[in-house]
C-alpha cells in the first residue's frame, strides 16, 4: 500500500457533483491534496492559481469539455499531465483525447485502486520531467545560487517559486547590487519555459536608438548602417524568458512598442511589414520606483500595469543581516581557488556591521579581495578596504543645500556634473569614483546632456 503523500496535487474536473465527491473522497483517501471544479470553465480558471500536479478531467461538460481542457493545459503548461475520464468510455474517444495530448483515459465507473495508480505515475512522470529540466538548466549555467536563509529571504523565494508556475509578467524591484537577476533566473529555471532561452537586456547599458533595435530587431537595409538583419531579443527568448534590467531607463518613445508586444505578443520587426508572433515570458527589474516615474510622467501607466502584475522586493543587505556569514563564506570560497580560507571572527564581526550601500555586490567585492590578498589560509582584517573619503566640503554644502522637494534625476545629474568636476572631466576616473562601469556613465552624461571639461 502506498504511504500518503499530499504533496501530490490534483485538479479534478467533473459536473457530475455525485462523481466528483466521491472521486475526491477516494483521492484523498490515498493522500493526494485535491481541488475541485464543476465545469471545464471553473477548472481552467483554477488551473492558473492552484497550478496542479496532475489534472483529472471529465470529458462531456457544457462551455468547456474535457478535450478543450487538454488543449488549454497543453497549451499553458504542457509537463503537467491530463487525465480524462469518462462513462463514455471506447477506442475512438481514448484515441481522440491521446491525440490531444492527454496522458491517459479511465473508464467510468473507475475502480479507486486504478484511479490512485495512474494518478501516482502520472506525478511521478511529471516530477521526473521537472527535475531532468532543473538538471539541465544546471548544466548550462542559467542558474545561480542564491545565498540566505534568513526570515525575508525564505519568504521572497517561497512566492518566487510559485510564482515560477505560473506565465505572469513580473517587475522585481530593489537596489543595484541585491540580486534582482538571479531572482529573474530562479523565476525561468522553475517554470514551464526552463527548456527555452534565458535573454538579457540591460536597458541601462543602451542609449534608446540602439534599444529599439535591440529589443525588436530589424531587417538588413532598414535604416543607414544596417548591413546585416537583427533577431532582436525579443525573437531570441521565444519559448523562454527574457529579463529587461532597468527597465526604468527604456525612453518614452519606445514604452509603446513594447506595451504592444506585451499585449499582443507581436513584434513589428523595423524594416519589415509582417508583425512576427513571440511567446517570451518577461521579467523587468528596476532600482527606481516606478510609481514615482509615473507621476513624473517619465513612464507610462499603462505599461506599468502591464508589467507590473506582479511585484517583487528584494531586500537589501542591511535587512538580512543573518545572511551576511553565509554571503561571506560562500564568496571567500568562490575566490580562494585551492586554498581553504578561513575566516577570523574579528572580520566577520567587521563584515557583519558594515553598513553595504552596495548590497550583495558590494560584500562579494570585498571577498574577491580579502580572498586574493590573503598571504596564508586566513582572510585578515588590515585587507579590509578602508572607509571611503568624506566628501569634500563643497560636496556637503551642496547636499545640505538641496531644496525640500527635487527630483531622483536632478540629484543623478548633479552628482554626476559634481564628480566629473572633481575628476577633472576624466570619464573613467568619474566611473570608477561613482562604482559604475565607464559605459554606463558614459550613457548617463550623454543622457542628462552634462558638460565635462577636456
Excluded at 503523500?5 to 490534483?10: E, G, L, Y
Excluded at 478535450?67 to 481514448?94: C, H, K, Q
Excluded at 475502480?111 to 532543473?134: F, I
Excluded at 552596495?358 to 579581495?369: A, D, F, M
Amino acid at each position: 500500500m502506498h504511504k500518503k503523500d499530499t504533496s501530490i496535487r490534483v485538479l479534478f474536473i467533473d459536473d457530475d457533483a455525485t462523481g466528483r465527491e466521491v472521486a475526491a473522497h477516494n483521492l484523498r483517501r490515498a493522500g493526494f491534496h485535491v481541488v475541485l471544479a464543476s465545469d471545464g470553465e471553473e477548472g481552467l480558471r483554477m488551473f492558473q492559481e492552484f497550478v496542479p500536479d496532475v489534472v483529472l478531467t471529465d470529458l462531456r461538460m457544457p462551455r468547456v469539455d474535457g478535450m478543450e481542457v487538454v488543449r488549454r493545459v497543453r497549451e499553458f503548461r504542457p509537463e503537467i499531465p491530463v487525465i480524462v475520464v469518462t462513462a463514455y468510455g471506447s477506442l475512438d474517444v481514448g484515441v481522440q483525447a491521446m491525440r490531444e495530448g492527454a496522458y491517459d483515459v479511465v473508464a467510468k465507473p473507475f475502480n479507486r485502486q486504478q484511479l490512485e495508480l495512474v494518478v501516482r505515475r502520472a506525478a511521478e512522470r511529471s516530477r521526473l520531467a521537472a527535475d531532468n529540466r532543473a538538471l539541465r538548466q544546471r548544466l548550462s549555467g542559467v542558474e545561480r545560487p542564491i545565498i540566505g536563509n534568513s526570515q525575508v529571504m525564505r519568504q521572497l523565494l517561497s512566492v518566487v517559486d510559485r510564482l515560477a508556475r505560473a506565465d505572469s509578467t513580473v517587475v522585481v524591484l530593489g537596489e543595484s547590487g541585491t540580486g534582482k537577476e538571479l531572482v529573474a533566473r530562479r523565476l525561468h529555471v522553475r517554470s514551464r519555459r526552463a527548456d527555452g532561452p534565458f535573454v538579457t537586456l540591460s536597458c541601462a547599458a543602451l542609449p534608446g536608438d540602439l534599444i529599439e533595435s535591440e529589443l525588436f530587431g530589424h531587417e538588413r537595409g532598414a535604416f543607414t548602417g544596417a548591413s546585416r538583419s537583427r533577431l532582436g531579443r525579443f525573437r531570441k527568448a521565444r519559448g523562454g524568458t527574457l529579463f529587461l534590467d532597468e527597465v526604468a531607463e527604456i525612453p518614452l518613445s519606445l514604452q509603446g512598442r513594447l506595451l504592444r508586444v506585451l499585449q499582443e505578443r507581436m513584434v513589428d520587426v523595423v524594416g519589415s511589414d509582417d508583425p512576427v508572433a513571440v511567446d517570451v515570458r518577461v521579467v523587468a527589474a528596476t532600482n527606481r520606483n516606478l510609481r514615482e516615474e509615473v507621476e513624473a510622467g517619465r513612464f507610462r501607466e499603462d505599461l506599468y500595469f502591464r508589467l507590473a502584475v506582479v511585484e517583487l522586493r528584494v531586500p537589501p543587505l542591511r535587512e538580512r543581516r543573518d545572511d551576511i556569514e553565509a554571503l561571506a563564506r560562500h564568496f571567500i570560497a568562490r575566490y580562494a581557488g585551492d586554498r581553504d580560507l578561513s575566516i577570523p571572527d574579528v572580520v566577520m564581526d567587521r563584515l557583519r556591521e558594515g553598513s553595504w550601500p552596495g548590497n550583495v555586490r558590494e560584500l562579494e567585492n570585498v571577498c574577491e579581495r580579502l580572498a586574493i590578498l590573503a598571504p596564508g589560509m586566513s582572510v585578515r582584517l588590515e585587507d579590509l578596504p578602508s572607509e571611503g573619503p568624506d566628501l569634500p566640503q563643497a560636496g556637503a554644502d551642496w547636499l545640505q543645500a538641496l531644496p525640500e522637494r527635487i527630483s531622483l534625476v536632478d540629484i543623478e545629474r548633479q552628482v554626476i556634473a559634481y564628480t566629473l568636476e572633481q575628476c577633472d572631466g576624466n570619464i573613467s576616473a568619474a566611473a570608477r569614483r561613482l562604482g559604475v562601469p565607464r559605459h554606463i556613465l558614459v550613457y548617463r552624461v550623454e543622457k542628462h546632456g552634462i558638460e565635462r571639461s577636456p
